[in-house]
């Protein structure tokens, strides 16, 4: 059935280094991605989103990397900071779904002083 | 602009009551979701509403779940004769369209349920 798995359930890093979480889906009609970050006790919060006829998309110190013929989904955090210490999920809707949005796992990051 | 609220934050509620959980979407938003979230687990989608209308409840257990979301007033999740394994955090969220298949959906703070 369809899913949407991380590879990495945990991430620590310095402040200041670059992060990269990543995410795998099987579904191959998903046709759009969003990543959310979710803090303790609060409700996912978007960071970024990418639709399925694109490769890539830049946010602020964001990046979403999409590469359909593996299935594989990335999310890159530059210059990490202590603030950015969460759980992030990626999501995915099928082409075919009019609101579902199937996530992953997530994936703890944190980030140490 | 208030973003997506959702009340009561916590709720407790012995074995066998009932639990009802409010959703007011964002302003102007007229599309609701329900999802919820076992602990260390990802959100899973339970059902997809918008004004008066059930889109798609492919998410929602057969029995003792139910959902609104009436022409006035916030969206209400309803789950009946509740028990322990209901336990979970109850996530709300809207967005504004669906149209073209491409959206955001905002989130609410989440209702945590525990089953005593």
């Known amino acids: 059935g369809e899913s949407v798995g991380l590879h990495l359930p945990t991430l620590s890093v310095q402040e200041g280094d670059n992060s990269i979480i990543n995410c795998a889906y099987s579904n191959s009609a998903s046709d759009y991605f969003i990543w959310y970050k979710q803090e303790s006790g609060k409700g996912p919060q978007f960071i970024i989103d990418?639709?399925?006829?694109?490769d890539k998309r830049q946010g602020q110190r964001v990046t979403v990397l999409l590469n359909k013929t593996v299935k594989h989904l990335s999310l890159q955090i530059a210059a990490t900071q202590p603030g950015d210490s969460a759980v992030y999920f990626c999501a995915e809707k099928g082409g075919t779904s009019y609101g579902k949005l199937t996530f992953g796992q997530g994936t703890i990051l944190t980030v140490h002083p | 602009n208030a973003g997506v609220m959702q009340n009561p934050r916590h709720l407790v509620r012995r074995r066998g009551q009932e639990a009802r959980l409010r959703c007011s979407p964002m302003?102007?938003?007229?599309?609701v979701y329900w999802y919820r979230q076992l602990p260390e687990e990802g959100l899973k989608f339970m059902v997809y509403l918008q004004k008066e209308n059930i889109i798609d409840e492919s998410g929602m257990p057969k029995e003792r779940f139910s959902a609104e979301f009436p022409k006035e007033g916030p969206s209400i999740l309803r789950i009946q004769q509740v028990v322990r394994g209901d336990s979970a955090a109850y996530f709300c969220a809207s967005s504004s369209t669906s149209q073209g298949n491409y959206y955001e959906q905002y989130f609410g703070p989440g209702t945590r349920l525990t089953v005593t």
């Open positions: 990418i639709r399925s006829n694109m």
């Open positions: 302003k102007g938003h007229s599309h």
